[in-house]
């Protein structure tokens, strides 16, 4: 069976760093992707990573261990716009088949 | 370049009624995904397509929902008849690659 475990609700403070953490297991792996998702709004994409270690792109960081079965997501500088829900999802022996985690929902404060 | 038009954005019916749901990928996409997503949830799988083919249906249930993607280009999901346990968000995707989705904005579907 597939299944992605992430934290239901996190709650961070405006320009601090927040750490989002996902585990999966999934027969077979391709990659693991993050998105991001505004309420009542679309997913977007922020990343994909497909082999071990840590992605950055811009204020947003991705991590991966295959071996493990875990990655996070890393969030600096904090802005008030980055309250969303985010999504972990992973594509298993299927390249084109993406199974999503329930999402954590982010809070930011002033 | 255009995203993916999702259509209708809303929709209120009552239970037993059909619906249908409405899809244009991004163009040169071949792959379109329907998904359903929950309050709280992550999108569900549903159907997708590799061009005009359904090549992962596993999760539709088949009862009442159909789906067609007859040229390989805009789609369409239908619910016939409609159950309250549908009322969620409709989600459709398209992709040229495996890397990366691209989501329309879904149709909200509320079953009274």
């Known amino acids: 069976g597939q299944n992605i475990d992430q934290p239901t609700e996190m709650t961070a403070t405006e320009g601090a760093i927040v750490q989002i953490n996902c585990t999966y297991q999934?027969?077979?792996?391709?990659?693991l992707f993050w998105y991001q998702q505004h309420a009542g709004e679309a997913p977007t994409f922020l990343s994909y990573?497909?082999?071990?270690g840590l992605e950055e792109k811009g204020r947003f960081s991705s991590f991966l261990s295959r071996s493990k079965g875990y990655s996070y997501l890393l969030l600096k500088e904090l802005q008030m716009k980055d309250s969303a829900s985010y999504l972990c999802a992973v594509t298993g022996s299927s390249a084109s088949k993406i199974i999503f985690g329930s999402g954590t929902r982010l809070s930011i404060r002033p | 370049e255009a995203g993916v038009v999702q259509s209708p954005r809303y929709k209120i019916i009552e239970k037993k009624q059909p619906v249908a749901f409405w899809c244009n990928p991004i163009?040169?996409?071949?792959?379109l995904y329907w998904y359903r997503q929950n309050l709280g949830q992550g999108p569900e799988l549903l159907i997708r397509y590799e061009n005009e083919e359904a090549v992962d249906d596993s999760q539709l249930p088949k009862d009442r929902f159909s789906a067609e993607r007859l040229k390989g280009v805009d789609s369409t999901l239908k619910i016939q008849p409609a159950e309250l346990g549908d009322s969620a968000v409709y989600l459709c995707?398209?992709?040229?690659?495996?890397?990366?989705?691209?989501f329309g904005p879904g149709t909200r579907l509320t079953v009274l």
């Open positions: 995707a398209s992709s040229r690659d495996v890397n990366e989705q691209f």
């Open positions: 999934t027969s077979g792996f391709n990659g």
């Open positions: 163009s040169g996409h071949n792959t």
């Open positions: 990573n497909v082999l071990d």
